[in-house]
Structure formats: C-alpha cells, structure tokens
C-alpha cells in the first residue's frame, strides 16, 4: 500500500512568488490534514479536510494559504505571495474516516519550503 | 489552549543505556495520545498510541510509554537503545472527540555507536 506522498520535496522561491505544494493521501482515506512545522519549533495543525470538505481551517495563518481538495483525493496547498515566514516544512497526513479522530494519522515526507 | 511540552530537546546516548523522553500535556478533558518518529531522512511514523485500556503502551521496535492521567504525562521508554534510534521523536495529543493533532517541539536523540 503506498503511503502518503508529497510533491516536490524540495523548493526555493522568491519573497512575493507563489508556490503550490501537492499531497495524494493514502488510498480510502476520506481525512487529509496540512501541518507546518517552521524550524525548531513544533509541528503545528494548519487545516483539516473531509472527502473535499474544510472541517477545520483554525490553523491557517493568514488569506495568503489557500488549500483544496477537489473531488476528495489530492490536496494542494497555495502560498501567494510567499513572505520569509513562511519558510518550513509543511506536512501532509491523511487517516480512515472514524469517530473522534480515533484512527492515527499517516505522515507524508514533507515539502521544504524556503522562501528568500 | 491545549498544549504539549517535551522538556529533553537534545539527548545524547551510549548503545545500550536505557531512555526515557518527557512528555506533559495540558488539557482537561480525554486525550488520545501518540508518539512519532522521524528518522533521518524519512517520514514521521507512529511509534505508539494510547486511546484507552492499559496505560502501559508497547509499542514497535521496543519501545513503550506509560500514560499517567493524574500526571497529564506520556513518557517515551526503552531499556536498551540502539545506534539506529537516532532520530527526533514527537509527542502529539488530540482531544477525544476532534481529528488535529497538537504535537509537541520534539527530542533529536543521538545514539552513539
């Protein structure tokens, strides 16, 4: 069973320049979540969907994060403009619709973001 | 707000010394709890998780952790550690009852060979 994966690994951009980050959840797994951890700090909760719904967006910095999630599969997760701030790893995790969130949350690799 | 403080950020160890990483969360209603691992290199991957039942978790690769509610803690054990438990480990705890995952700012634990 593949996991969750995270396109690109990787990418540097420019102060004002937009990027687009990319995460395909594990297969049947209805709940997609977007995390951010900035250096030496802790991951941190940045939104939470179900199927192609916003269940929780309380995490979203500010209105220059836009993510969706058409169809209910893959997520995408737009910076723009990009600020030095928001520099970090960003983490993708999905997990099988349940009650509560009893069911773990499976972590993708994470994309880099360095913004200079 | 919840939160979660894991008060060993760096740990350096010899093969074989015995481990124990804090872990203290505040908030007061029921809690699921988890530890995670991050090897060098790869993705986060759940070490163990405690939902309910016995407090004394086992987990993969001989790790345990033992939920003491009246503490609000979740320390990470292992007696014997190995070479290759070098990596940075993450408490993280959600309320019963929603999906997002308050983690905690992570031990790097360094085993020497």
């Known amino acids: 069973e593949a996991g969750v994966t995270q396109f690109p690994s990787h990418s540097v951009i420019e102060k004002g320049q937009t990027v687009t980050l990319r995460c395909d959840p594990i297969?049947?797994?209805?709940?997609l979540y977007w995390y951010r951890r900035v250096m030496g700090k802790e991951i941190k909760f940045l939104l939470h969907f179900v199927k192609e719904s916003k269940q929780d967006e309380s995490g979203m910095p500010n209105n220059r994060f836009l993510a969706e999630r058409t169809g209910g599969t893959y997520s995408t997760l737009k910076v723009q403009p990009a600020e030095l701030e928001d520099s970090g790893v960003y983490f993708c995790?999905?997990?099988?619709?349940?009650?509560?969130?009893?069911?773990?949350?499976?972590f993708g690799p994470g994309t880099r973001l360095t913004v200079t | 707000a919840q939160s979660v403080s894991q008060h060993n950020h760096h740990v350096i160890l010899s093969e074989a010394a015995s481990l124990e990483l804090g872990c203290n969360y505040s908030?007061?209603?029921?809690?699921?709890l988890f530890w995670y691992v991050q090897y060098p290199g790869q993705h986060l991957q759940l070490l163990l998780k405690?939902?309910?039942?016995?407090?004394l978790v086992k987990g993969i690769k001989g790790f345990e952790a033992e939920f003491i509610k009246s503490k609000f803690s979740f320390n990470l054990r292992k007696p014997s550690v190995q070479w290759s438990d070098t990596a940075e480990y993450f408490c993280a705890v959600n309320a019963r009852g929603t999906y997002k995952y308050i983690f905690g700012t992570g031990t790097r634990l360094k085993v020497l060979a």
């Open positions: 297969s049947g797994h209805d709940n």
């Open positions: 908030y007061g209603g029921t809690v699921n």
């Open positions: 995790a999905s997990s099988q619709l349940g009650t509560g969130g009893i069911y773990e949350q499976y």
């Open positions: 405690y939902f309910s039942g016995d407090p």
